[in-house]
């Protein structure tokens, strides 16, 4: 049982990206920030744009800006087809899986990255299978609205504070220098 629990350990104690009391201190002020800018905004949901703040702030500024725009397209695509299936399927779990495949097929046509699609489909669940008593169009613009807030702080915060590698930090092949 040790060989598996060292594996397991393995997998879970860093090795070559640590956590650093920084980067704990960055996250938090951004995931604060950007629910005090959804509360200012009165949106509806405004949990939703720190979380989206959360997932940015986990990689440096230069790793982020592409899982951000995935994000952000993502969460585009699947809150209009989310929109479009629920007016016209509400409640349909036939319409929700062909919504689904949908999208794969939209994402696939545009060649746009797995990581999108994964978020476009996240994104349609909330809009179509959450019950409110809102639009489906009202739900799908509010989450956009409040994923993309949180995208923005999380890559302005990264940009105004950038995470620094400790000096006694060893790059090796499979580091990237950081900016």
């Known amino acids: 049982m040790s060989s598996g629990r060292s594996q ?19 996250t938090a002020v951004a995931a604060i920030v950007s629910y005090l800018i959804a509360r200012l905004f009165r949106l ?8 989206s703040t959360l997932i940015v702030m986990q990689s440096t500024l230069g790793a982020a800006l592409p899982i951000s725009a995935q994000r952000f397209a993502g969460t585009a695509i699947g809150a ?5 299936t629920a007016t016209w399927f509400s409640g349909n779990v036939w319409a929700f899986g062909a ?23 996240i994104t349609l669940a909330i809009v179509m299978l959450v019950t409110r008593s809102a639009s489906a169009w009202r739900i799908a613009i ?19 504070w950038p995470e620094r590698r400790p ?12 900016p």
């Open 80 to 84: 209009a087809v989310g929109a479009l």
């Open 99 to 121: 919504a689904i495949f949908l999208i794969g097929l939209i994402c696939a046509v545009l060649h746009i990255e797995r990581s999108a699609y994964r978020y476009a489909s």
């Open 142 to 160: 509010d989450r956009f609205f409040e994923v993309s807030l949180g995208i923005a702080v999380g890559l302005m915060l990264s940009a105004v």
């Open 167 to 178: 000096p006694n930090w060893k790059l090796d092949a499979k580091t990237p220098a950081m």
């Open 8 to 26: 397991f350990t393995s997998l879970i104690v860093a090795s070559e990206n640590p956590s650093s009391l920084m980067h704990a201190a960055r």
């Open 44 to 51: 509806p949901e405004p949990h939703w744009a720190p979380i």
